[in-house]
């Protein structure tokens, strides 16, 4: 591949690479999805609601094939199904004939319609088409929510945002004057085990959670005793419109901190709900954040069973803390997994030295240190790159340990250093629904993986073999 210099003011504006290193034009290996495969994340963690692009069907097959191997679920993603044709004078004709087809065969109860780049690019007029297909609608017909998600703009973690987003402008009313026991929790591209711990720790408190999106049963079901075109489960739209009369929500994610660009800061505008801005709950510091702010909605104090169960995570850092204190890891993938990801192994003496995610994040660099105890010199944090980069900056540090998606493997296996697969995809494992990071459960289980790691790899590189640790 063809090197091509780049002026050094980009260089050090982007934060890309060191000092007096060239980048590389093309992207390689990108360590990123695109943004319409959140989307439709979002959409498949509401009840009846059916994926459709407007785009080609090689994008939605790209993308059913990531969610399946992550998931293990059947997934269905309807397309506009550009061809040649489309591209050049227009998709309207399909856009409305897919739907109307989707209208036909699945019965949904909502559509959530997501752009991809060809028709970003070609600049189709969507509010337009929209319109044009309410016409031929037939009454109890589902309605549609549009989300602009293409994906040369964003990352899988940014259509996932935006897609919550765009829900609740269409779904919440305006405003609302009670206040009822419950709480909204708008989550991060989490696993569906951490979709349903989190449930759990609201209703420690007695809180009745409405989660947005909540795919833990759409993209982790039971046997079925009979088909069902679309998977049972998932926040219901009755669910999402009473999202208003809540004690308050509880957005995850560190890049949702600002409430101006924020699902939860639009929610606060319309309705008054208060609004918590956290990071991913992960390790004792963040999990107690997300704690306080349950017992801020529930007006009360902590229950004992989350009480003994950070203590069950103290006493395991003690235990354990002689094993890791001193490693050093390389951490990839979506930005807020990263963040937490280096705040968490910070915390248990492990020392972040490469923080690396293919999205574009302003003040990325101080946005990660923020999160990391102690000097944080030796902390790279690269923002907007490719897993080449990423391999390089490794080659050059020589961290301990890779944690992010199956992408790192090729790289841990020339490195020689042990990989722990968080994020997505996690293609090359199974269970990776069932992975669960967050709270004090999570933090504990994400805690003994690691010990186990280095001693595994202590015991494979001994003389003696297996010995007592």
Known sequence: MNRQT?????????????????????????????????AAMVFKGIRGCLPFLHGSQGCATYIRRYLISHFREPVDIASSSFTEDDAIFGGAKNFTAGLLNVQQQYQPEL?????????????????????????????????????STPAYNGTHSDGFATAVQEVIRALVPASAETRANRVNILPAMMSCADLRHLREMAAAFDLEATLLPDYSDTLEGTGW?????????????????????????????????EKRTSASGDLQERSGVPRHALGWPMGIRLTDEFVT????????????SLRRARGRVVDAYVD???????????????????????AFLSEVGIRPILCATGAKVRDWQKLVTSQVEGNTEDIQALQGV????????????????????SKGYPLARELEIPLLRLGFPI??????????TVGYEGTLSLFDQLVNIFLDEKQETSLTGNSYQ
């Open 427 to 436: 293609h090359d494992r199974f269970g990776a629904q069932r992975q669960l």
């Open 111 to 147: 559509i959530g319609v997501a752009t991809t780049c060809l028709s970003e690019t070609i600049g189709e007029n969507m509010l337009g088409m929209i319109q044009a297909y309410k016409k031929e609608q037939q009454p109890g017909d589902a309605p549609l929510i549009h989300v």
């Open 320 to 342: 354990g803390h002689k094993y890791l204190s001193g490693r050093t890891a390389a951490v990839y993938g979506e930005p807020d997994l990263v963040v937490a990801l280096a």
């Open 386 to 405: 490719d897993h080449a980069r990423v391999s390089q900056c490794c080659r050059d540090h020589k961290p301990d340990l890779l944690v992010g998606s």
């Open 6 to 38: 780049i002026a050094p003011d980009y260089r050090t504006a982007a934060g890309l690479c060191p000092q007096g290193e060239a980048p590389e034009i093309a992207t390689r290996n990108a360590c990123k999805v695109c943004s319409p495969l959140g």
């Open 225 to 257: 005793d009979q088909y069902h075109r679309m998977s049972p489960g998932g926040t219901s739209v009755e669910e999402i419109s009473q999202m208003g009369e809540a004690a308050g929500t509880l957005e995850l994610g560190h890049l949702r901190a």
């Open 293 to 304: 702010s349950l017992a801020t909605c529930a007006n009360k104090v902590m229950p004992d």
